[in-house]
């Protein structure tokens, strides 16, 4: 059987750069303006109305979240629909999902306010620079990401670990450690 060519998000999803100027760039930004559409909505409900709020998140990400998932608007992200939620995870208000590159949180992660999760970065050579390509970010189970964190693209997050509050995550993060600063580095075992 012949390959066919692989879609733009799929392209995206494995990392290829992609150009403003892609004949098919036109279909991620009709996603992105969904995702405006549906964060804005999200943001403006009450956050005591959890189901609805479950519901609103489940419509923005393309696929059900379970009953145990608790969110604390608001919330932002640009894209929406490579965000993957396990049971019993808990994201706190006013954090950042850019997702183009795919976010996994596993179950029973904790998620604090203000965290940046960032799957998309611009190439370094200046004439590529509006282009982007994309890296997936992996939150295994039991993780804990502190407030006003940063996690940048490619990342693996192991299971249990924490990220301190403003750190920035350059690097993995091995399973059962705690990693703080800037650039995140091992300050301990657990």
Not at 40 to 63: A, G, H, P, T, Y
Not at 113 to 130: C, D, F, G, M, Y
Not at 165 to 170: E, H, I, P, Y
Request: charged content about 25%.
């Amino acid at each position: 059987m012949k390959n066919l060519p692989k879609t733009i998000f799929e392209r995206d999803l494995a990392g290829e750069i992609i150009r403003l100027d892609d004949p098919e760039y036109p279909q991620i930004y009709a996603v992105i303006r969904k995702a405006i559409h549906i964060t804005s909505q999200l943001n403006s409900m009450m956050v005591d109305d959890e189901d609805e709020v479950r519901r609103v998140f489940s419509e923005l990400i393309n696929q059900e979240v379970d009953k145990t998932f608790f969110l604390i608007p608001p919330f932002y992200t640009d894209f929406g629909h490579n965000i993957r939620i396990g049971k019993n995870v808990f994201v706190n208000f006013d954090c950042v999902f850019m997702d183009r590159g795919g976010i996994t949180l596993e179950d029973n992660v904790l998620v604090g306010p203000k965290v940046s999760l960032i799957t998309t970065n611009h190439p370094l050579e200046p004439a590529q620079r509006k282009s982007t390509y994309s890296k997936p970010i992996l939150i295994q189970k039991n993780a804990w990401i502190g407030a006003n964190a940063t996690v940048m693209p490619g990342i693996t997050i192991g299971e249990n670990a924490v990220v301190a509050a403003g750190a920035v995550v350059t690097k993995d993060v091995a399973a059962n450690t705690i990693v703080a600063g800037v650039p995140a580095r091992v300050v301990k075992k657990i």
